[in-house]
């Protein structure tokens, strides 16, 4: 974990006094709807530095056995020294540790960086949902010169 070395970090849930980082949140999906929905229903962890919110992701119990990783972001300047690998590692044990089975990711079809993260850091590809992003979101979405349009679908089996 490279670079986290540097920073004084830890991972928490936000408490419910709490106002979730929604600038952060906005980066990784663009609907503050849907982020709204999901806050509503899920649990919403931040990585600090001293007292400052640097990312954050967001779970939400989907099925009995199932929990979906749902939003995870972290700010320009901090990415690409291990923080948003060490939130999903996080994600991943948090939910074994609850007692669920599976955890899903989806992100989208641009999204060549988070792809290569979620497979590095055990996600397995299972479903791919056409035109997705089409259809959900008012405005179209470009990432690395691509237009977003099918949400890919992974998965990770957890051990008992």
Do not use: W
């Amino acid at each position: 974990m490279e670079g986290i070395k540097e920073y004084n970090m830890r991972i928490q849930r936000l408490k419910s006094t709490e106002e979730p980082p929604m600038e952060l949140l906005l980066t990784a999906d663009p609907s503050e709807e849907n982020i709204n929905e999901y806050l509503s229903n899920g649990q919403c962890y931040v990585v600090k530095e001293d007292e400052f919110i640097i990312g954050v992701y967001v779970l939400v119990h989907t099925m009995r056995t199932k929990m979906e990783l749902v939003n995870v972001a972290v700010l320009e300047r901090y990415q690409g020294k291990g923080i948003g690998k060490k939130l999903i590692q996080h994600a991943i044990a948090n939910v074994q540790l609850q007692g669920y089975r599976f955890i899903d990711v989806g992100t989208g079809n641009s999204s060549i960086h988070q792809l290569k993260l979620y497979q590095q850091c055990g996600f397995r590809m299972v479903k791919i949902r056409r035109d997705y992003f089409i259809k959900n979101y008012d405005e179209p979405i470009y990432e690395n010169g691509i237009q977003c349009r099918d949400m890919v679908r992974l998965s990770i089996l957890l051990q008992s």
